[in-house]
């Protein structure tokens, strides 16, 4: 691969929930590269999140290509994931989850910590790293079932960056947040994208995104109908445009 590839390519890809008639993605191409940052908008249903899970791996895909940094989703699903990060949309743990948030974001590590030898120095470094990202380093002993939701959010976010991923997958990071945290997550996203680090973003909130270039990405129906850069500050209008009349690429 050459820092000109794309990070993220998929090539009329189909992938169909296990059971189901006909596929939720059809004929998806689309590529990401580098310090990239993309805003996947569309209604409920319009297979968002089943876009997500396609590029991380875990959905079959039934026809078409998928790599995530030269790795081909469908055969090589475990080097994907070590390099992703993906936070999933609506999680929330059981209020009597027995981990601390410095456990949880150690697992973070795990795809390269293995499953027998213990965590390295570099491992807690890069948790505590995370936390203080996140500023959330006064929460690291605290028992993760009894944080808010907004709190277990970052805390995921944290997990996830505690990886070095090359690619940031945030299924509505927002839902939760605060205006504060919102500003200061949109910060740190930003200098994420600066570093090289490729991120897919689906959001209803377009208020305050990262102050970068934007590519905006609709989706309709399992397609996508357009695909677009803009300003930050145009994106909730590209999308709800794009919403109120479909044109299938
Ligand atoms: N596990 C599943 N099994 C079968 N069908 C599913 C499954 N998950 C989602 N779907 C279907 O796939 C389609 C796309 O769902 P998806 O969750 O990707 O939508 P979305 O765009 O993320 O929506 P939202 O904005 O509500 O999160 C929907 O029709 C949904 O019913
Ligand atoms: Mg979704």
Redesign the pocket.
């Known amino acids: 691969m050459t820092p000109s590839d794309p990070i993220i390519r998929l090539e009329n890809v189909y992938t169909a929930?296990e059971g189901?008639d006909r596929p939720?993605l059809t004929d998806i191409s689309f590529s990401v590269g580098r310090g990239e940052f993309v805003v996947v908008g569309?209604?409920?249903?319009?297979?968002?999140?089943?876009?997500l899970e396609t590029i991380n791996g875990m959905l079959p895909i039934t026809h078409g290509t998928a790599t995530v940094c030269g790795h081909d989703v469908r055969g090589d699903g475990v080097q994907v994931r070590c390099r992703v990060g993906y936070l999933l949309?609506n999680f929330a743990f059981d209020p009597l989850t027995p981990f601390t948030v410095e456990e949880v974001v150690l697992m973070g590590r795990f795809g390269m910590i293995g499953l027998i030898r213990k965590p390295r120095k570099e491992d807690h470094e890069a948790v505590e790293k995370a936390l203080h990202l996140l500023g959330i380093g006064d929460l690291a002993k605290r028992p993760i079932g009894k944080l808010s939701g907004g709190q277990q959010q970052k805390v995921l976010l944290a997990q996830n960056l505690a990886r070095d991923p090359q690619v940031l997958l945030l299924d509505e990071p927002f839902s939760n947040l605060d205006m504060f945290a919102r500003e200061s997550i949109n910060k740190l996203l930003s200098r994420l994208v600066a570093s090289g680090i490729a991120v897919v973003i689906?959001s209803h909130a377009f208020d305050d995104l990262p102050d970068c270039r934007v590519r905006v990405v609709v989706?309709h129906d399992?397609r996508i109908s357009l695909d677009r850069e803009c300003l930050p500050a145009d994106v909730g209008q590209v999308i709800r445009h794009a919403g109120s009349a479909p044109c299938y690429a």
């Open positions: 929930y189901a939720t569309g209604p409920n249903g319009a297979g968002k999140t089943t876009l949309q689906v989706m399992g």
